[in-house]
């Protein structure tokens, strides 16, 4: 029995549920964590550079490389467990170390990525975390420690996945230029589970940062979208008033309306982009199964107050670009519409008076008709009397000749230039 056909990709699809495995990591242990993103047309950005920054590392190390056109690698190098993964903006590097320093958050931590190597990075840091995992010693110590390491403004604290662990972080870069995280664990959590905890704080850290950047789009934008706003406004309201001939407006509102596409092709991308990023960070806080600790404030109350203001503000302002580029697009049609009658009046007028001219001319060609006759027939009339003449010698008189031939000439050339004019008709 021939065995069925396998799709091409069947086993490739089915692959790639498993090729981004979680973490694996053991209390203690120091995370450090760093995203890379090119600061233009990052989404075409050429893949390959990322993948040589990438085997640059690896070979600091001795490491192997992976495979070509891999899109993630996982391996020890040194005394670190590398995880690199390349996403559609972006590439993140995760090295986890397997004891913690006596300094909470030691800058010297972050040297497993060695400088040399940072500034050869074919892109710009969007941001770098630094996760300490250790073992929860109560919540007294978790909250001598959180007020040694955090500002109490800005912290977000809160017992997670079922009081597997203690996670906190104050969202602020700190004089070495990283983001601070603390995860304390609980006796008996396992591994997995920590180096779930540990992902998933990393990527609410990543993408919310790439989210922001449609925030800073929008900032960008909102002064230029109120003079476009304002500038419509007027000319609708001249287009109202007739204050100013449709002709001279209908370039105006063209131009308008131009900038708008041009703007909304230009911001599209991001912000679809800051929709998709926005819903991860969501996601992953609402997978973490948050409980309060102490009554402070958990991630998802800091993101309420502090990051979805600025995430609205995207969303309002992509509302605004659409609804004004609609407008333009709107009041461009009215007006298209407002000069296509005015020129159909002015054709039907121009038609008018073609017909008048038509039908004058139709009358002087008539007159000219009458009177070609005329001429024509005194010259028919002479030529005939000059073939006549000899009958004179037969008693008949040249007036007499003359005037018996000039009725028939005459009906004769009527005749044939009435035929000559209705067979060209």
């Known amino acids: 029995m021939t065995p069925i056909q396998d799709h091409p990709l069947r086993y490739a699809l089915a692959n790639e549920l498993h090729a981004r495995p979680f973490p694996v990591a053991k ?39 992976p495979q070509p056109e891999a899109t993630h690698y996982a391996g020890q190098i040194g005394r670190h467990w590398l995880k690199w993964e390349q996403h559609t903006e972006f590439v993140t590097y995760t090295a986890i170390t397997q004891n913690v320093s006596e300094r909470a958050f030691n800058p010297a931590d972050f040297e497993v990525f060695p400088p040399d190597w940072l500034m050869a990075s074919p892109g710009q840091r969007v941001t770098s975390a630094m996760v300490r995992v250790s073992e929860c010693q109560g919540d007294e110590a978790v909250g001598r420690a959180l007020a040694d390491w955090f500002e109490p ?24 230029g990283h983001m601070r995280f603390a995860v304390f664990v609980s006796p008996g959590t396992g591994r997995r589970r920590v180096g779930r905890i540990v992902q998933r704080m990393c990527e609410i850290e990543t993408y919310k940062a790439m989210s922001m950047l449609g925030f800073a789009r929008i900032k960008q934008l909102t002064p230029r979208l109120g003079e476009l706003d304002a500038q419509l406004t007027d000319l609708m ?22 900038e708008l596409e041009t703007i909304s092709a230009r911001s599209t991308f991001r912000f679809g982009a800051t929709g998709a990023y926005e ?20 991630f998802a109350d800091f993101m309420m107050r502090r990051y979805d203001p600025a995430i609205r503000t995207v969303k309002s302002t992509e509302t605004r670009l659409q609804a004004l580029s609609d407008r333009a697009i709107r009041a461009g049609e009215l007006l298209r519409t ?59 008189s040249k007036g007499m000749l003359t005037a018996a031939v000039t009725v028939p000439v005459v009906l004769g050339v009527w005749f044939a230039i009435r035929t000559i004019r209705k067979r060209l008709e």
């Open 27 to 65: 209390a203690p242990c120091t995370v450090v964590f760093l995203a890379i993103k090119k600061p233009v047309a990052a989404a075409a950005r050429d893949r390959d550079q990322d993948l040589a920054h990438l085997k640059d590392l690896l070979d600091r190390h001795g490491a192997q490389h």
């Open 153 to 176: 403004e800005s912290l977000a604290v809160s017992r997670v996945l079922d009081d597997a662990a203690i996670c906190a972080s104050d969202f602020r870069i700190d004089p070495a």
């Open 237 to 258: 309201e001249q287009m109202t008033d007739n204050s100013a001939q449709p002709d001279a407006l209908l370039p105006q509102f063209l131009s308008v309306s131009t």
């Open 279 to 298: 819903a991860i960070v969501t996601q992953r806080i609402a997978a973490l199964r948050e409980e309060r600790f102490k009554g402070r404030q958990s």
């Open 338 to 396: 407002r000069v296509d009658v005015e020129r159909s009046a002015q054709n039907q007028a121009l038609l008018e008076s073609m017909d008048r001219r038509a039908d004058m001319a139709l009358r002087l060609q008539h007159t000219v008709e009458g009177l070609s006759v005329v001429a024509i027939s005194y010259y028919a009339v002479s030529l005939a009397s000059y073939v006549l003449y000899p009958l004179t010698t037969a008693g008949i």
